[in-house]
């Protein structure tokens, strides 16, 4: 402090530093809160899962880059992401497996947990994803996925 009871100067740039930095911060979390960044080729998508909703329940990607797509179930009950075209779709929505793992676009994720896996678009369109066990999807666990030319 100065002798008149303020700040001395370089308390006042320290203090518009701490002000600056975070408010820089604000678009790259912002960027990363929508799903998607870039990094190294792939492309990362984070979806959480919470009060059984996908967030974000749409993103966006280009066709033949990987996208790593990490899956986190804050939820106390299990849930699964299945994206793919409606034949997928309808295989899925009779519950014939119980556990999915074997293929990146099946995946189960256990509740309070998190799953990564890795998909490469091969054809451009529009997709859903859904959590297929018993009343999810009526309740509104569905998102999109938008491949890109």
């Known amino acids: ?15 518009a530093q701490a002000l600056v930095v975070p408010a820089l911060l604000v678009p790259v979390l912002a960027a990363g809160a ?4 870039a990094a190294g080729g792939a492309i990362h998508v ?3 899962i919470e009060h059984s909703r996908f967030l974000p329940a ?11 797509i990490e899956l986190h179930n804050a939820d106390p ?10 034949a997928t779709h309808l295989r899925h929505a009779t519950g014939t497996e119980a556990h999915h793992g074997a293929r990146p676009t099946e995946v189960s994720i256990d509740a309070l947990s998190t799953v990564t896996t890795t998909v ?12 297929h066990l018993p009343g999810h999807e009526a309740y509104g666990m569905v998102g999109t996925v938008t491949v890109t030319p």
């Open 1 to 15: 402090m100065n002798q008149a009871g303020g700040l001395s100067r370089a308390a006042q740039t320290r203090a």
């Open 34 to 37: 929508a799903g998607v960044l």
């Open 46 to 48: 984070r979806i959480e």
């Open 58 to 68: 749409a993103f966006s990607v280009p066709v033949g880059r990987p996208v790593v």
């Open 77 to 86: 009950i299990d849930h699964e992401w299945i994206v793919g075209d409606e």
């Open 120 to 131: 490469t678009f091969s054809t451009p369109g529009t997709f859903r994803y859904v959590c």
